[in-house]
């Protein structure tokens, strides 16, 4: 009685063991097919390095949902962008910042508002998608979210343009550019992203 019980443990155990493996096993290939996803949707992007660098940690949120994919671009833009317009309002008190350099720094920083409001937007509009619809109002709303995605890559490049010119030359200008370039780059990701999505309807 005593060995048939200590059998059954035995092979409870063992089953138990076998289970949790077999689990292991199948979420560490669901994380992987994830991760695999984002990357070869990034291939599609001008920055396919930043873009997968950016998405890949929200793998397991994304899980091979397109829509999903685009929306998480969007709010990592919006972040940057966020971000991004925090850091140039500091910079309107840099230290022997000059007139024209004061100029172009209140420029971009209104711009940068204008990235964060319209990106907010499209992410706002991508989520009135229905899964799956192709009809009009779809395309009506992806419209939109494109409209508005490349309105914000505009504003994000005229930030950049107003520190054009050897006057504008220095630390503070390559400080603000280092922080542009990276939303204008998670923007025209988001951008791309949208585009591919678009293309699968």
Request: net charge negative.
């Amino acid at each position: 009685m005593v060995r048939s019980f200590e059998l059954s443990l035995i092979l409870f155990v063992l089953y138990l063991s076998t289970a949790a493996i077999a689990m292991a096993r199948n979420l560490e290939e669901e994380s992987s097919g994830d991760t695999e996803f984002i990357k070869s949707s990034c291939e599609t992007t001008s920055y396919p390095d930043q873009c997968f660098q950016s998405l890949s940690s929200y793998a397991s949120e994304i899980k091979k949902q397109p829509r999903m994919l685009v929306e998480t671009a969007l709010a990592v833009s919006i972040a940057r962008a966020k971000s991004a317009k925090t850091y140039v309002s500091e910079m309107t008190d840099y230290k022997e910042i000059t007139k024209m350099q004061h100029e172009a720094v209140e420029e971009c920083l209104n711009e940068m508002g204008d990235t964060v409001d319209r990106l907010s937007n499209s992410l706002k509009e991508l989520k009135h998608l229905e899964e799956g619809d192709s009809g009009e109002d779809f395309w009506f709303c992806l419209s939109n979210v494109r409209t508005w995605t490349n309105a914000a890559l505009t504003d994000v490049t005229l930030c950049i343009d107003g520190f054009g010119g050897k006057a504008m030359n220095g630390e503070l200008k390559s400080l603000i550019r280092t922080r542009i370039m990276s939303v204008a780059e998670e923007t025209s990701n988001a951008l791309a992203l949208i585009n591919d999505f678009a293309s699968k309807h």
